[in-house]
């Protein structure tokens, strides 16, 4: 972690605002499904990540949106130390 940034313990992740990661635009030239996965992976923590794959999926969203390169979000995070959590989510809605 960056010196510069205070660890935030017991934050509240609320309904509204796990869904309002549904409205994040996409990040640089990313397409936009694989942009919005990215976004909650990178932003949420597990339990607020199953949480909102079931709303993305429930609202349409695509678990095996790709990036630019073809990969889903799941292919690109294989090699993420700590993001098994994560990789397990996806699997199971792949």
């Known amino acids: ?5 205070a660890k935030v313990v017991d934050e509240i ?5 796990i869904a309002s ?9 990313e397409p936009g499904q694989f942009s919005i ?8 923590r597990v339990e607020d990540f ?3 794959i079931e709303l993305y999926i429930g609202r349409g ?3 095996n949106a790709r990036n630019r390169q073809g990969n889903t979000l799941l292919e690109d995070i294989e090699g993420h130390g700590k993001a ?3 990789r397990e989510i ?3 809605h792949s």
């Open 50 to 52: 199953a949480r909102f």
């Open 61 to 63: 969203g695509d678990v």
């Open 21 to 29: 990661f549904l409205d994040k635009p996409p990040m640089g030239a």
């Open 13 to 17: 992740w609320d309904d509204a605002r």
């Open 90 to 92: 996806l699997a199971h």
């Open 37 to 44: 996965l990215l976004n909650a992976y990178r932003g949420m």
């Open 1 to 5: 972690m960056r010196p510069d940034k």
């Open 84 to 86: 098994a959590a994560f």
